[in-house]
């Protein structure tokens, strides 16, 4: 199965395992499906090879509340099975609204209230770092979640610490905008000392090249990921409406019928 | 005890190579040592408690032993929700040490007093909580729980007891037997309760470590129903702690400890101690009210 097909599948996943639990965040999980996959598979890609055995890297996905995307992510990679769909957010489930690193295999932090993930991510970074480790940490923010002062607490201390092994991946679906206006983004991170890089977030050939791109860098780096919320289904697009709602049945086979 | 803490901490990141200290902008010339010696594993983080303790979570998460220091309010109280969820829910362990106990900042005024320190952290599980008397609990405290692989809590005072006491793991002491009345004293108030207790027939227990609580001391003493318990912070705190351990018993119970009112008046500390801590705490009439109390 190719890329894009793939990612249709996980959509069909994340749409079903919301549909039978009747809970979770699903044009969120959308909007950043792109990007967590192209992570795994890059570094599911690098592993594969001898050069790469050792690579470490980590993903921690900040804004929590797209878990659906990440676990649908995972069970395509193996860190558990498909049936995840199943029992999703429902009792004595393993696979909450929010994740969970002590009960999820592959999950890196527990994350949900925003503005906590990026600062333990930039802590990953720097133990990886002042252990010599070439290891990098990637962490998904959302653009609501810029509001949070501790995202910029913590750019001015990846920045400080020059932290080249820390990539911030700013989900910018726009969610913010009715509140607070976050823009021009590449501007404020520039002026925190990153390198910035603005990329089409739902486009997966853009995607793939930020992982694949294996340069050195002396600071950290942010990407500006422009997305789409709720990106597949024309009726989720950009619809606050759908923030937090799932489908009922005769909506749900409407959905699963746009996502072939 | 800030002096035995810069001591000791800078004798563990010598010793353990897993350590790392954060200060949040305090303590930077007593551990100017330190930081320069070990720049990558000791530093000034600034003034952003809560970035600072999701920060020292990555740092547990990644087998790291963060060793966090600031003024109370600010690490308990302005990055609680960073110790409830970076730390407590992670389940990760962590050092956080903290001075300016209660209102030990008096003259500085409302924004750097925390009597509600210890009772907000005993709402978040797994949290070890510490309040050290004197110095020397303190160090014993230290040194062996820095690597316990739980949050924990040591609580700073600048006002120690004049006794070093055995930190004996947080168990709690007995010191004195009686039978009048039984004194539950929580570490920095014991220089308060010995001399209104001179001559009396009361039992005195000593508490250091609030969490986990030892059940035990208190259960397997108590023999009297009547009891007074003096806590350096907000009054009432370990109460329910107190009742479990007791349960089925009819208690008559007197308490003595930090009232729930903004400290706006600015006394000085010297006078706050002999003054204001006597006239709040005022143990011996609490102690006298209490014996002579029909149970």
Not at chain 1, 19 to 45: R, T
Not at chain 1, 155 to 181: P, T, Y
Not at chain 2, 208 to 222: A, D, G, T, V, Y
Request: glycine share 8%; aromatic share 10%; hydrophobic share 40%.
């Amino acid at each position: 199965m190719n890329d894009i097909n793939v990612l249709k599948s996980l959509r069909k996943d994340i749409l079903l395992a919301a549909y039978k639990a009747g809970e979770g965040h699903v044009p969120s999980a959308f909007s950043i499906l792109e990007l967590i996959f192209g992570f795994y598979k890059q570094l599911h890609s690098d592993q594969q090879s001898l050069a790469g055995k050792d690579i470490k890297d980590k993903f921690v996905l900040s804004k929590g509340h797209g878990a659906l995307a990440l676990y649908a992510v995972l069970a395509e990679f193996d860190y558990f099975s498909k049936t995840w769909v199943e029992n999703f957010a429902q009792e004595n489930s393993l696979f909450g609204g929010h994740p969970d690193w002590l009960k999820v295999p592959g999950v890196e932090a527990s994350t949900g209230s925003l503005g906590h993930g990026i600062g333990i991510a930039a802590g990953m970074a720097y133990a990886q770092k002042i252990q010599g480790n070439n290891s990098k940490i990637f962490c998904l923010i959302g653009d609501g979640e810029l509001n949070e002062g501790t995202v910029w607490e913590t750019c001015l201390v990846a920045n400080h610490h020059k932290l080249s092994n820390f990539i911030v991946l700013v989900d910018q679906n726009h969610s913010s905008d009715r509140a607070i206006k976050t823009e021009p983004l590449q501007d404020k991170f520039r002026s925190f000392g990153f390198l910035t890089k603005s990329i089409n977030g739902n486009n997966f050939d853009e995607v793939k090249a930020i992982y694949a791109d294996k340069s050195e860098y002396e600071t950290p780096r942010a990407i500006i990921a422009e997305t789409i919320k709720g990106f597949g289904i024309k009726e989720m697009e950009n619809n606050p409406e759908w923030h937090h709602k799932t489908p009922d049945a005769k909506t749900f086979e409407s959905f699963m019928s746009q996502l072939i | 005890m800030r002096k035995t803490f810069s001591e000791i901490t800078d004798q563990i990141i010598r010793e353990d190579e897993k350590t790392v200290l954060l200060l949040g902008d305090i303590g930077i010339f007593a551990f100017r040592k330190t930081i320069e010696d070990f720049p990558l594993r000791a530093m000034n983080f600034g003034i952003m408690e809560q970035t600072m303790i999701s920060f020292a979570s990555g740092l547990a998460k990644e087998k790291f032993i963060p060793i966090v220091h600031t003024i109370a309010p600010f690490l308990v109280e302005r990055a609680y929700e960073q110790l409830k969820v970076d730390f407590g829910y992670q389940q990760l362990g962590g050092n956080f040490i903290s001075v300016g106990a209660s209102n030990d900042y008096s003259s500085l005024g409302c924004t750097h007093h925390c009597p509600g320190d210890v009772a907000a952290l005993l709402n978040i599980p797994g949290f070890e909580v510490i309040v050290p008397g004197s110095q020397m609990e303190f160090k014993e405290a230290f040194y062996k729980k820095y690597a316990n692989n739980n949050p924990t809590y040591f609580r700073l005072t600048e006002f120690p007891n004049r006794e070093n006491l055995p930190f004996n793991n947080g168990q709690g002491l007995k010191l004195k037997n009686g039978n009048a009345a039984t004194i539950i004293a929580i570490g920095p108030v014991l220089d308060l309760v010995l001399p209104a207790i001179n001559n009396l027939d009361v039992e005195l227990l000593y508490i250091n470590q609030i969490m986990p609580f030892n059940r035990e001391l208190i259960s397997s003493n108590c023999k009297s129903n009547k009891i007074l318990i003096v806590e350096p912070f907000y009054s009432g705190t370990i109460l329910p702690y107190i009742m479990e351990s007791l349960r089925g018993r009819t208690l008559l119970i007197e308490q003595a400890g930090i009232s729930r009112d903004f400290m706006t008046d600015y006394v000085t500390i010297s006078k706050q101690q002999d003054m204001k801590f006597y006239q709040e705490y005022n143990i011996l009439e609490k102690i006298s009210r209490l014996i002579g109390s029909n149970s």
